[in-house]
């Protein structure tokens, strides 16, 4: 399933607070916005269910900041 050009785009919210008096980022909500062909709904959402695992970024920072990811799926 291509995610280019202009597939797959995303925009990100990170929540910043002073749990310990000191400000860190503590949450990341991600909203992803994709385009796929028709008929791959399925696999474009098991896709999206594991991409977490996949992410080098969510990798690295695991245990420390917590993610939130939600999707818009767009058939053509």
């Not at 002073?18 to 909500?29: H, N, R």
């Not at 992803?32 to 959402?45: M, N, S």
């Not at 594991?50 to 992410?55: A, I, L, N, P, Q």
């Amino acid at each position: 399933m291509p995610t280019f050009p202009n597939k797959l785009s995303g925009q990100f919210e990170g929540i910043i607070e002073a749990p310990d008096g000191v400000l860190k980022i503590t949450q990341i909500k991600c909203h992803y916005k994709l385009t796929i062909p028709k008929g791959k709904r399925e696999a474009a959402e098991r896709a999206l269910q594991v991409f977490e695992r996949g992410c080098p970024v969510a990798q690295t920072l695991k245990g420390c900041v917590a993610f939130e990811h939600d999707w818009e799926i767009i058939e053509e």
